[in-house]
């Protein structure tokens, strides 16, 4: 597959008190009856707490941004939960005619810098995305006891199926890239559910490590076509920076990857130069999109590219 970008989408001015920089983690939902992509991005204030606004795009053009509300919809949980300092976004869906929005809370710790669940936002009749609760609907396991979050879900006959980052370990890295720094191990696992908010996780990680380079996978993202599942997600190396990775399977569990087939890199020069990261793929009538962050993870925002037909 090759991806032709389109270029820079959006990145915060730093105007709003909430929204000083980065937008990460961008996450459309087509909204058919108004004809816009509604894409989901977290951003962080001075302290670096995260919180979930959005942009409305033209589905038409996604390049034209529709409606940018400049408020955010998700805001930290109370002192002590789970997301009281970051609550941003993961994936949005509709379950049993209801909006849900997923997204990853951040808890900061002394031990390790943070622990990161996920957390459930659904749109209510006033049209603003409430919590379902204080505690996390994916929360600590014996298997995975500091991260399960950035999830992806979809909808198969009336099964939700989920793909989210699982948390290892904490490693302390020396490398060129890093420097006495504790940095999370991570891989991707899948999950059931008949409700969208009670899981039942697969303990057999969805994709492997390839040599003792990589270390972590970020933010994985599921499309299904009826007939093959494919993945997108980021790969995290000990020298080198986030790039995007690609794996298809027939089940949803077994996976190959296939990372040489991702058609999307770096660019020579620019807001995404040095990495691409944390892809999310959408169909939107002929056209299949993808919303991408850049450089350090986001700090320069979310660009767009169309897969060439």
């Not at 959006?10 to 920089?21: A, E, H, I, V, Y």
């Amino acid at each position: 597959m090759k991806w032709i970008k389109k270029g820079q989408l959006f990145n915060p001015d730093g105007s709003l008190w909430w929204s000083k920089k980065y937008a990460l983690y961008p996450s459309p939902y087509y909204i058919p009856e108004k004809n816009i992509i509604r894409v989901f991005y977290g951003t962080v204030d001075d302290n670096f707490y995260g919180r979930t606004a959005y942009l409305d795009l033209d589905a038409d053009d996604p390049m034209k941004i529709k409606h940018d509300p400049k408020e955010f919809v998700i805001d930290l949980g109370i002192k002590g939960t789970f997301d009281d300092c970051g609550a941003t976004p993961a994936c949005a869906i509709k379950v049993n005619g209801k909006d849900f929005l997923y997204y990853s809370g951040f808890c900061r710790s002394h031990q390790s810098p943070y622990h990161i669940f996920s957390g459930l936002s659904i749109l209510n009749d006033e049209g603003v995305y409430e919590k379902y609760s204080k505690v996390p609907v994916l929360d600590r396991t014996d298997l995975e006891y500091f991260d399960r979050a950035g999830q992806s879900v979809i909808e198969d006959n009336g099964i939700y199926k989920s793909w989210y980052v699982s948390g290892i370990t904490w490693e302390t890295l020396n490398t060129k890239l890093f420097t006495n720094k504790q940095m999370p191990v991570h891989t991707i696992r899948y999950a059931t559910s008949i409700d969208g908010v009670n899981w039942q996780a697969f303990e057999k990680p969805s994709i492997e490590f390839e040599g003792d380079e990589e270390f972590g996978f970020g933010r994985p993202w599921v499309y299904y076509d009826g007939k093959i599942y494919r993945m997108w997600y980021s790969i995290r190396k000990k020298n080198l920076p986030y790039s995007m990775g690609y794996a298809e399977s027939l089940d949803g569990v077994n996976w190959t990857r296939k990372d040489k087939e991702v058609g999307i890199h770096v660019s020579e020069s620019g807001w995404d130069s040095e990495m691409v990261c944390y892809g999310a793929v959408l169909k939107v009538k002929n056209k299949t999109f993808m919303f991408y962050n850049g450089n350090n993870q986001g700090a320069t925002g979310f660009g767009l590219a169309e897969l060439e037909m």
